[in-house]
């Protein structure tokens, strides 16, 4: 008596279990290209490191503007749009805005910079770093992928003394 293990039933079993790993395979894959690429597709549109459709020209003025998705400030220095990165160049706490003074300060360990974003005193070994920005249209776009170091300490270009007690209330 022979035992054959090709019947017609167990072939078709073997066919069909292929069949249905490749397909589990097939739809993993998938999944998984699927998912990488949105992933890339969010960072590249609204992460840092892309460019982000921060505002209208019209809102961007001699008073900072913040803007939450690129992390920075526009402001407008000499005419020109620039976008200066929250992130202090001493050890990278946020920078802020204070109205009072009209200075950047960090709360951190009390660097202020000046409306341009340039050093003016405490640790900090550089101004604010500035992403690069453009206009489409009436948008101003900052490239949060393109960044220029700040300028050492000593370089203030913009005549704009304080105008009043900080905010931080960190002794510098
Ligand atoms: Fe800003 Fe230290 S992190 S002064």
């Given at each position: 008596?022979?035992?054959?293990s090709?019947?017609p039933?167990?072939?078709?079993?073997?066919t069909?279990?292929?069949?249905?790993?490749?397909?589990?395979?097939a739809?993993?894959?998938?999944?998984?290209?699927?998912t990488?690429?949105?992933?890339?597709?969010?960072?590249?549109?609204?992460?840092?490191?892309?460019?982000?459709?921060?505002?209208?020209?019209?809102?961007v003025?001699?008073?900072?503007?913040?803007?939450?998705?690129?992390?920075?400030?526009?402001?407008?220095?000499?005419g020109?749009?620039v976008?200066?990165?929250?992130?202090?160049?001493?050890?990278?706490?946020?920078?802020?805005?204070?109205?009072?003074?009209?200075?950047?300060?960090?709360?951190c360990?009390?660097s202020?910079?000046?409306?341009?974003?340039e050093?003016?005193?405490?640790p900090?070994?550089?101004?604010?770093?500035?992403f690069?920005?453009?206009?489409?249209?009436?948008?101003?776009?900052?490239?949060t992928?393109?960044?220029?170091?700040?300028?050492?300490?000593?370089?203030e270009s913009?005549d704009?003394p304080?105008?009043?007690?900080?905010?931080?209330?960190?002794?510098?």
């Amino acid at each position: 008596m022979t035992n054959n293990s090709n019947t017609p039933t167990d072939m078709g079993r073997r066919t069909f279990l292929s069949r249905a790993w490749k397909a589990g395979l097939a739809l993993i894959a998938v999944a998984g290209s699927w998912t990488t690429l949105d992933i890339l597709r969010s960072i590249r549109s609204s992460g840092l490191g892309g460019i982000i459709r921060a505002a209208q020209a019209t809102d961007v003025t001699e008073v900072p503007l913040y803007i939450r998705g690129a992390q920075s400030y526009l402001t407008l220095i000499d005419g020109e749009v620039v976008a200066l990165w929250q992130r202090c160049p001493h050890l990278g706490c946020r920078v802020a805005w204070c109205d009072s003074s009209r200075e950047f300060e960090c709360a951190c360990h009390g660097s202020t910079f000046n409306r341009a974003g340039e050093v003016r005193s405490g640790p900090s070994p550089r101004g604010m770093d500035r992403f690069a920005v453009a206009a489409d249209a009436d948008i101003i776009e900052v490239d949060t992928g393109t960044v220029t170091e700040g300028a050492p300490p000593g370089s203030e270009s913009i005549d704009e003394p304080p105008t009043g007690a900080g905010c931080s209330g960190h002794a510098t």
